[in-house]
């Protein structure tokens, strides 16, 4: 076998008569020559802990940018009198010991856990929102299963509404849908009797009277951000609000390539005439749940259920079902959809839908009990390492 040597022979003859090495010598001069070994670990990006905590801040203005925490966790840890923004999505958040503090969370794929904190103002877009032993708080919230507080008073809460130009990317990263908000559906762990641990804000609240924008010198001030009703991406919902009318009428649009426009467009064509958005869902259904929930019509829709989920709409008003087929027939001829034949029976369309709506995101919320477990002792166990500290 034979060797190659880093300096050349002087003469060819001495080449040639150059011994040739034993296994030995070979095998220490490859061993020496050779680079390490490199495995495909080798390769990350080393992870600075730090960049996915926010602690001890005061009087300032802090949070991430777009594409910072890129899907991560983040803790946010002991600040007092803070403008907090996080313009990105991310696995889960938890907020513990913070008060008087203004905060805008990106779209989280799990939980946003709020744990002992007070004088709190947010913007929230989570699948599942929790909060423990915090005073005063009042969050704006797209919430896709039922939010939960415990041992927390002073709680109100308001249908999301805001905007950048990164954040319908990011509920579609985070696996969020626009559609399923419960923002008001509240369940309270430790209800005290006779006394309300939270309620809804008004319903003229507006954000930036809470949590203003980013300030003109901070790093943030190249995000533009609007809270706008008519800008924002999760549509405005009356939510658990009294209905104005006993008249509702149940809007389904079938999936598409613009599904979501139209059902923008619809919400834009009906509030434009008065009538109020309640609520909205996107599930999946098989055929044996349109049997169920559309009845006599479900012979017609079976199909349409095969390409993706349904997107439906509760709209409120008194002739709010003549005015939905009217803008059927004008604005989305030749586009399949669901609208309730008349007021007489809107009601049973509206209440079938929407009672099946729940069961199903009732076994999403299954699912999303066990994620948060996990994700509590994942933040538990970074906590105990030194991780997070």
């Not at 080798?42 to 300032?60: C, F, T």
């Not at 849908?177 to 009797?193: G, K, Q, R």
């Not at 809470?210 to 991406?233: C, L, M, Q």
């Amino acid at each position: 076998m034979g060797c190659c040597f880093s300096k050349k022979s002087k003469r060819k003859s001495e080449k040639e008569l150059t011994p040739t090495s034993t296994g030995a010598e070979n095998t220490t001069n490859n061993n020496a020559e050779a680079e390490p070994k490199k495995y495909s670990w080798d390769k990350r990006e080393k992870v600075d802990p730090n960049d996915y905590i926010l602690k001890g801040a005061k009087d300032a203005t802090i949070g991430r940018l777009p594409g910072k925490l890129n899907g991560q966790q983040l803790v946010i840890q002991d600040c007092e009198n803070c403008d907090i923004y996080v313009f990105d999505h991310s696995a889960a958040i938890s907020i513990d010991d913070c008060v008087n503090c203004r905060v805008v969370l990106g779209p989280v794929k799990g939980s946003v856990f709020i744990r002992d904190c007070k004088d709190m103002k947010c913007v929230v877009a989570c699948q599942q929102f929790r909060t423990r032993d915090c005073k005063k708080a009042e969050v704006f919230l797209c919430c896709a299963t039922q939010p939960i507080i415990e041992s927390s008073t002073g709680m109100k809460f308001g249908c999301y509404q805001y905007y950048y130009p990164e954040l319908a990317f990011h509920f579609k990263d985070a696996g969020l849908s626009i559609f399923n908000n419960n923002w008001s559906n509240v369940h309270d762990f430790t209800p005290v009797s006779g006394e309300t641990n939270w309620s809804l804000l008004p319903e003229d609240a507006a954000v930036l009277d809470y949590v203003p924008a980013p300030d003109a010198e901070s790093e943030f001030k190249g995000i533009r951000t609007s809270a706008d009703a008519g800008r924002s991406i999760v549509p405005l919902t009356r939510g658990g609000r009294r209905k104005k009318s006993d008249e509702s009428c149940l809007f389904v649009f079938f999936s598409g390539d613009y599904t979501t426009a139209n059902a923008r467009k619809l919400i834009d064509e009906a509030t434009g005439k008065g009538f109020l958005l309640i609520q909205t869902k996107e599930v999946s259904m098989s055929p044996e749940d349109v049997t169920r929930v559309f009845q006599g019509s479900a012979e017609d829709l079976t199909e349409l259920i095969t390409k993706g989920p349904v997107v439906a709409l509760e709209l409120n008003g008194d002739g709010v079902v003549e005015v939905c087929r009217n803008i059927a027939d004008e604005v989305f001829n030749g586009t399949k959809v669901f609208v309730s034949e008349s007021k007489n029976t809107s009601g049973r369309d509206v209440d079938n839908f929407f009672n099946f709506a729940d069961m199903q995101m009732g076994l999403v919320l299954q699912r999303a009990i066990r994620i948060l477990i996990s994700t509590d002792r994942s933040f538990l166990i970074q906590g105990m390492s030194g991780g997070y500290h």
